[in-house]
């Protein structure tokens, strides 16, 4: 899983219920991120956190909240105010903060409301 | 504000020959560029990076040329395999912050 897990892989939920993904990574890297891929816009990025107890906001953060309480987890939570929230979500970790090295993705969540 | 565009949804190529994907990218203080590979319902793997210094970078079947002036890069599949079917985003940064992708294409190998 190249060292981060993302949990569960498919989610359901009814509209005006919040839920919370899980991304968890093992490799004490410093930053995390997370993304939100629809058919044709690419990878959008919603909210990132370079260290503990700090995170900032991405492009399209409206409607999700996240936490960083400890290093190794950065869980998302999309609340009822986000309009479109079906989607695929992905979280993804760097060495570095914002490394040009690149990030590592998890596997994804497909997230369904219904 | 698109910083990072592929203007191709789409690419179909026949087993054995060369698949070409493109990418503009409007942003000049982008120093690194990279292409990373998804299959459905699953996160994007890395495939190859170029840094700005440099206008080709190769690994095996896959090669980045950077076109600085143009802004412009392209990734090349030679040869190309069915199992290079995938989608194919770019993505650029700026002096190590945070990467942009771009909306990604699908390429289809038909054997």
């Known amino acids: 899983d190249g060292g981060i897990t993302q949990s569960p892989k498919y989610l359901f939920r009814k509209e005006g219920q919040n839920v919370t993904l899980s991304c968890e990574q093992n490799l004490n890297h410093d930053a995390m991120y997370w993304y939100r891929q629809d058919p044709g816009q690419g990878l959008r990025l919603i909210y990132y956190?370079?260290?503990?107890?700090?995170?900032q906001k991405g492009d399209i953060a409206e409607g999700y909240s996240v936490s960083r309480e400890k290093k190794e987890s950065f869980p998302l939570t999309v609340t009822s105010a986000q309009k479109n929230p079906t989607a695929f979500y992905l979280c993804a970790r760097s060495i570095l903060p914002g490394a040009s090295y690149g990030y590592t993705f998890g596997s994804g969540t497909r997230l369904t409301v219904v | 504000d698109q910083q990072v565009k592929q203007n191709s949804p789409s690419l179909s190529v026949q087993e054995g020959r060369i698949s070409i994907l493109n990418c503009d990218y409007t942003?000049?203080?982008?120093?690194?560029f990279l292409w990373y590979k998804k299959y459905p319902a699953e996160g994007p793997t890395f495939l190859i990076s170029?840094?700005?210094?440099?206008d080709k970078n190769e690994d095996g079947r896959f090669t980045v040329f950077l076109n600085k002036s143009a802004k412009h890069l392209s990734l090349h599949i030679v040869p190309s395999q069915p199992g290079d079917s995938a989608v194919y985003f770019c993505?650029?940064?700026?002096?190590?912050?945070?990467?942009?992708f771009g909306e990604g294409t699908q390429l289809t190998v038909n054997p």
């Open positions: 993505a650029a940064s700026d002096r190590g912050s945070r990467l942009t």
């Open positions: 956190s370079q260290i503990v107890n700090d995170f």
């Open positions: 942003n000049s203080m982008f120093d690194y």
């Open positions: 170029i840094s700005s210094i440099k």
